[in-house]
């Protein structure tokens, strides 16, 4: 079991960016689905964005489209989120989670088998 690792969190003002990254290796360059979820306090975990880099392609959940990116960098072995215009309700722990392809990557987190242990993130009003 492959134990990956978040950094980047912390804590802004609404509006704010923050940029988080997962070091990953062998996973960004490789047939892989790689997703950031987060999970706040007594809520569930959800998807945020999730990307399938051998390809390119990607998934935003619709809380985040157009404010968060989801990229990497196969050379460092690091999957990256560019967060901007940050709201206090994006206000949770975020993971960086990692599964084999099968067919399309999915959403849900229980169809992810590595994980991180977690960076949070605190956006004030």
């Known amino acids: 079991q492959v134990h990956l690792r978040e950094s980047g969190g912390g804590s802004v003002q609404d509006g704010g960016s923050l940029r988080l990254s997962c070091i990953a290796p062998?996973?960004?360059?490789?047939?892989?689905?790689m997703g950031w979820f987060r999970q706040a306090p007594n809520k569930e975990r959800e998807a945020v964005a999730v990307?399938?880099?051998?390809?390119?392609?990607?998934y935003y959940s619709d809380s985040v489209e157009g404010r968060f990116t989801i990229s990497q960098d196969n050379a460092k072995s690091t999957l990256f989120l560019q967060m901007t215009g940050l709201k206090p309700e994006d206000t949770a722990m975020y993971y960086c989670?990692?599964?084999?392809?099968?067919?399309?990557?999915?959403?849900?987190?229980?169809?992810?088998?590595?994980w991180g242990q977690g960076t949070q993130v605190t956006v004030s009003s």
């Open positions: 989670a990692a599964a084999p392809r099968r067919g399309d990557c999915p959403l849900d987190p229980t169809g992810f088998n590595y």
């Open positions: 062998g996973y960004t360059s490789s047939s892989y689905c």
């Open positions: 990307t399938y880099p051998s390809d390119g392609s990607t």
